[in-house]
């Protein structure tokens, strides 16, 4: 079973920058197939992709997220960060890590976001 550790998130006030980042536990080879990222939930929209990140390298944004939000890798194929920049109040969610493998969806608990003055 694929364990998730995330972190960062919290309360900031609209424009500012927050940072999550998340492990999974699985061992990723340089020539395995796999898309890490981060989903987000709300009341209205479930699961929301919000960015994805693929081991042949295409990114993924959602449209309400370009050119504010940046996806990369950490420093081993297993972490992902995503730095969002200008936070707007409908930023506010539990941005949830994803994680697919052999065809396997999985994501972790989640970190909450909150966007509020």
């Known amino acids: 079973q694929v364990q998730f550790v995330e972190s960062g998130g919290g309360l900031v006030q609209p424009g500012g920058s927050l940072t999550l980042s998340c492990t999974v536990s699985?061992?990723?080879?340089?020539?395995?197939?796999?898309?890490m990222g981060w989903y987000r939930q709300t009341p209205e929209k479930q699961h929301e992709l919000v960015a994805v990140?693929?081991?042949?390298?295409?990114?993924i944004y959602a449209d309400s997220v370009k050119g504010r939000f940046t996806i990369s890798r950490g420093n081993t194929n297993n972490t992902v960060i995503l730095q969002m920049h200008d936070l707007k109040a409908e930023d506010t969610a539990v941005y949830c890590c994803y994680f697919r493998q052999s065809r396997v969806d999985t994501w972790g608990q989640g970190r909450l976001v909150t966007v509020s003055s």
């Open positions: 990140i693929y081991s042949l390298g295409p990114i």
């Open positions: 699985e061992f990723i080879s340089s020539s395995e197939l796999y898309a």
